[in-house]
């Protein structure tokens, strides 16, 4: 079997995750030999990775790897001998369970391990980092309708005003800036990808966040409607293929924002009550009251410039996700 894993060897970190478990199925759909790193399981015999492993080609092409970011050095394995790397594990506390600087500490020194991985390896010819569009829209100012890849997130405005998943949000900025300097200052070919929400199916076992939040009055979750007023979203489908465009463009260089829609709260219950009579969607006149913080739209000029173009509309980012969570009885 070794035979058919040569040449084109990626890592992605974070296989077990959302984007990480989607990316690794584009991967292999397009011949690519992959390793991946997966957190270990406190009761390690009961982690199911069966997603994974069931995927077309994984049996000869797909090797899982345990790391963790709080061990910088336990990704060195899963990069050796790669000549791609995804960073796209991060740590992920929308709750604030724990101090924001612990959460940023991991989140840098876990990347930064990975970095001097792939410097070590001598093999790697580019890393494509997941970053967030939370690393991008916070605080540029109310007046901005639309946000390129020279915005950064203001930190002292996320901890001013942001109460919910904050943590994230200042470790996805401060972990994207590490990541830039580090690479700037070793040479390392680096390229960042800011999605906003990410939307649509999932394969992993556990409810992505993104779709939780995106879809809050399907779900009965009117305290998260005030995150909504204005929400741009991708289709996972497309924040995958970008990733893989971007690692494969030759002239791919710094940060690219991956957006395709920007849909308000109005919108999005007209399409939902449409389509789902089934639920329970909140009134018009009720959601017109709700208030929050309008986000600027994140502009994926840069993208679609290199050549990248979009697949999924609305309808099936949003289709797609209600489908796949009743499937796995998440609805």
Same mark, same amino acid.
């Given at each position: 079997?070794?035979?058919?894993?040569?040449?084109?060897?990626?890592?992605?970190?974070?296989?077990?995750?959302?984007?990480?478990?989607?990316?690794?199925?584009?991967?292999?759909?397009?011949?690519?030999?992959?390793?991946?790193?997966?957190?270990?399981?406190? +009761?390690?015999?009961?982690?199911?990775?069966?997603?994974?492993?069931?995927?077309?080609?994984?049996?000869?092409?797909?090797?899982?790897?345990?790391?963790?970011? $709080?061990?910088?050095?336990?990704?060195?394995?899963?990069?050796?001998?790669?000549?791609?790397?995804?960073?796209? +594990?991060?740590?992920?506390?929308?709750?604030?369970?724990?101090?924001?600087? +612990?959460?940023?500490?991991?989140?840098?020194?876990?990347?930064?391990?990975?970095?001097?991985?792939?410097?070590?390896?001598?093999?790697?010819?580019?890393?494509?980092?997941?970053?967030?569009?939370?690393?991008?829209?916070?605080?540029?100012?109310? !007046?901005?309708?639309?946000? !390129?890849?020279?915005?950064?997130?203001?930190?002292?405005?996320?901890?001013?005003?942001?109460?919910?998943?904050?943590?994230?949000?200042?470790?996805?900025?401060?972990?994207?800036?590490?990541?830039?300097?580090?690479?700037?200052?070793?040479?390392?070919?680096?390229?960042?990808?800011?999605?906003?929400?990410?939307?649509?199916?999932?394969?992993?076992?556990?409810?992505?966040?993104?779709?939780? $939040?995106?879809?809050?009055?399907?779900?009965?979750?009117?305290?998260?409607?005030?995150?909504?007023?204005?929400?741009?979203?991708?289709?996972?489908?497309?924040?995958?293929?970008?990733?893989?465009?971007?690692?494969?463009?030759?002239? +791919?260089?710094?940060?690219?924002?991956?957006?395709?829609?920007?849909?308000?709260?109005?919108?999005?219950?007209?399409?939902?009550?449409?389509?789902?009579?089934?639920?329970?969607?909140?009134?018009?006149?009720?959601?017109?009251?709700?208030?929050?913080?309008?986000?600027?739209?994140?502009?994926?000029?840069?993208?679609?410039?290199?050549?990248?173009?979009?697949?999924?509309?609305? !309808?099936?980012?949003?289709?797609?996700?209600?489908?796949?969570?009743?499937?796995?009885?998440?609805?």
């Amino acid at each position: 079997m070794e035979g058919e894993r040569s040449g084109r060897v990626v890592c992605v970190t974070g296989g077990s995750g959302f984007v990480g478990s989607w990316l690794v199925m584009r991967l292999l759909d397009q011949g690519y030999s992959v390793n991946t790193t997966v957190r270990s399981h406190p +009761a390690e015999n009961q982690r199911d990775l069966s997603y994974l492993t069931s995927l077309p080609g994984a049996t000869e092409r797909l090797k899982i790897f345990t790391a963790d970011l $709080s061990n910088p050095d336990s990704f060195n394995a899963a990069v050796d001998g790669c000549i791609g790397v995804f960073h796209v +594990a991060t740590p992920v506390d929308f709750q604030d369970k724990e101090p924001e600087q +612990a959460v940023t500490k991991r989140s840098i020194d876990g990347a930064l391990g990975i970095l001097k991985a792939c410097l070590n390896a001598k093999t790697v010819k580019r890393v494509v980092y997941t970053s967030s569009a939370s690393a991008v829209v916070f605080g540029s100012g109310n !007046d901005v309708e639309e946000v !390129d890849e020279s915005f950064w997130s203001d930190i002292d405005y996320i901890k001013a005003k942001i109460s919910y998943g904050g943590s994230y949000m200042v470790s996805k900025t401060l972990t994207e800036k590490a990541v830039i300097e580090f690479s700037e200052k070793y040479g390392l070919d680096v390229v960042t990808v800011m999605p906003s929400f990410v939307v649509g199916p999932f394969i992993c076992p556990k409810l992505p966040g993104s779709v939780h $939040s995106t879809l809050a009055m399907v779900f009965g979750n009117l305290d998260g409607l005030s995150f909504l007023i204005n929400t741009p979203m991708v289709h996972v489908d497309d924040v995958a293929r970008a990733h893989i465009f971007l690692f494969e463009h030759h002239g +791919a260089k710094g940060r690219y924002n991956c957006s395709s829609h920007v849909i308000t709260l109005v919108q999005m219950a007209e399409f939902l009550s449409a389509k789902y009579p089934e639920f329970q969607i909140p009134s018009l006149s009720y959601l017109r009251e709700v208030k929050g913080e309008k986000m600027p739209g994140l502009s994926s000029k840069k993208l679609l410039d290199s050549g990248f173009r979009f697949k999924y509309g609305v !309808d099936e980012i949003l289709g797609d996700a209600i489908q796949c969570c009743k499937e796995k009885h998440y609805l």
